[in-house]
């Protein structure tokens, strides 16, 4: 399977390929860190740290976008993916008063959840759904160097699986019953199934998730009910 690109203006849906028939955009946690981990991190004042894969699997505790919301003040998970893209996104949907609301209820040694890469919280749950639906090998391509691999899916670990490119990947398993594709700029991993029950996937995963419908866009947060 080839890598392809998915259009933001257009139905995933309509968009997929090798026969698959189902879609979910997975919503990359938020991470905790310990209390005064960043001050301790730290090598000068002000200075950004954001924890390495590591170091979120060693000592990072997963926020879902439900709590991040309820906190905030903010109404949907739409306003959440707003605010988390507002500086990205052009003047006609930028929204700074829900960037705001976003920012005022960080907390300390909180940040924001991974971009443009697949999140390490993710990385498990992915593979024991493919080693659960009998899958041996994981297939990859990474687009910022152009190379792709196949490894034994028993051997590898997540942290390994997160070292194998820096931004877009795809992950298959050898059968291409399952994709899931890194997205470059958002918080969120494209999640294809050939598989028309993706929903009751998604729970086993347990993980939060927009299921796809025949109108949902890459861009699902500009998108009006």
């Keep these: 399977m080839n890598y392809f690109h998915i259009k933001n203006d257009s139905p995933i849906l309509s968009q997929l390929p090798n026969n698959f028939k189902s879609a979910a955009i997975l919503l990359h946690p938020f991470v905790q860190m310990p209390l005064g981990w960043e001050t301790a991190k730290r090598e000068r004042p002000y200075q950004y740290i954001y924890p390495s894969d590591e170091e979120i699997l060693e000592s990072g505790i997963p926020v879902s976008w439900g709590e991040v919301m309820n906190n905030s003040g903010l109404d949907s998970l739409k306003e959440l993916g707003i605010a988390l893209v507002h500086n990205a996104l ?18 300390s040694d909180f940040y924001y959840p991974t971009e443009d890469r697949i999140s390490i919280f993710l990385i498990e749950d992915i593979l024991d759904i493919l080693r659960s639906q009998g899958a041996n090998f994981l297939n990859y391509i990474e687009t ?19 070292d194998l ?12 019953e399952f994709a899931f594709m890194s997205q470059y700029d958002e918080f969120t991993t494209l999640f294809l199934a050939k598989d028309e029950d993706i929903t009751g996937i998604v729970k086993r995963m347990n993980c939060e998730a927009i299921i796809c419908d025949i109108k949902t866009i890459a861009t699902w947060y500009l998108q009006k009910d």
């Design 165 to 176: 490119a820096p931004a877009e990947i795809m992950l298959t398993d050898e059968n291409t």
């Design 144 to 162: 910022v160097e152009d190379r792709s691999g196949t490894l034994k899916i028993t051997d590898i670990k997540p942290i390994e699986v997160a």
């Design 90 to 107: 052009n003047k006609k949907y930028a929204r700074l008063d829900l960037a705001e609301k976003l920012n005022s209820s960080v907390t």
